[in-house]
């Protein structure tokens, strides 16, 4: 993989509440927009913003998973200031709302059944 994209890909990973522009993303690695796009899908297979929206889903989850920070504030935390957006995307991934997801996995963290989560499914 090129070396600017997995710059960008730490950058992206490192902040993921801060929102990075494409321009800026570009800047970063001294390439326009355009060219940033195409190298990123080359070596990701994703867009930009649909990599960096399932980082933000996938962390989500994490948080739901070990924490007992409410949705809204997990949602503040990866970058998300839309909640009907937030929702309809954590849905799209694992099949569940956030507040289904974390009582589900509760349930089963409580049975002591091995909890296998499941693959987020954004971009396919």
Known sequence: ???????????????LHRELSLEELARTVNLTPEHLCRLFKAG??????KYRKRLRIQKARE??????LSVKEIMFA??????SHFVR???AA??????QYR?????????G??????EIKIGQ
């Open 103 to 111: 009582a589900h996995f509760q349930s089963l963290y409580l049975s």
């Open 89 to 91: 995307d954590f849905e």
């Open 94 to 99: 694992y099949g569940l709302s956030p507040t």
């Open 1 to 15: 993989m090129d070396f600017r994209i997995q710059r960008v890909l730490t950058l992206m990973s490192s902040d």
């Open 63 to 68: 948080l739901l998973e070990t924490t007992f």
């Open 44 to 49: 990701t297979g994703e867009s930009p913003l």
């Open 113 to 118: 059944a091995a909890a296998v989560t499941p």
């Open 78 to 83: 990866v970058g998300v200031n839309d909640a």
